[in-house]
């Protein structure tokens, strides 16, 4: 079992309570509100089960180390009922199917167009028909395009419409780097310039759950010969860091899946006694309009 760096996220805990007081007279029990069916609009911190997920959103420390469920397919989660037109720049339109990095026999499914409990990106789902569309554009002569901005054509929100990272305030330096287990959430937001670190400002992160958080949406690379996209995380610096995508998933089905992008897996996962797998992203050609 691995050994919790209690000690230094206890004191980030302290830190954002600290700072951010919220009540501890919370009702047990008390189930997150889907992304369905709950705005993000709202400015209140969402409460109910604790997940590791949740608890890394709101700066907390996690909990006792679980076992990883792997391997499975996410049931199909419900579609989106907000749609955005895509600008008329963008030339590439794909779902995004999700594999283990270093098992890509494991699909996890394609990113579906909800928010998990706490306002990111982190559901999945069999079918590719209804799944979470993106588009940007990238010059068709160019093997590989950096500094994108993916739009969430079907979103779940059009104040938020791009698919980018917020770093919550756990990580509040704005910087991933080796060695470090810091991260930042897949997350909606509004678009930011290519090559700045992160903004401060809204996301639909910091909405559902009231925490601040810096974002960026210029991270995305596209290679055109493998369909892969990845993530480039700006650091404050306006360096490029290498940035690793993993899902953070408790396995108790209470919607708090989540996609981290972070600069050092195994810090992470040292850190926080856990087994989260890396990820890749494939862009799928989007199916044509029925």
Known sequence: MRFILASILSLVAAKFVAANPISNNLPHGVEPQSAGSRSVDSANPIVGRMTNAKRFAMGLPPLKPKALHRGTRAASARRAS????????????CHILVKNADDPSVTYGFISPVFNAFGGYGLFQATQAGALEVSFYAPFDVLSSGQLDLQADNGPSSTYPYVGAADVFASSDGNLAPGSYKYAFLSGTKQTPRGSPAV???????????????????????NALTEEISARWINTDGSGATTYLLYAEDGDGHGNGAIL??????????????????????????LPAA
């Open 82 to 93: 907000t749609s955005m037109t895509p600008t008329p720049d963008n030339n590439h339109h």
């Open 261 to 286: 992008l972070n600069g050092d897996p195994s810090a992470l996962n040292t850190a926080a006694g856990t087994s989260y797998p890396t990820l890749t992203f494939t862009c799928v050609p989007a």
């Open 200 to 222: 401060n400002g809204d996301s639909s992160l910091s909405t559902a759950t009231g925490i601040p958080a810096g974002y960026e949406s210029a991270i995305w690379q596209y």
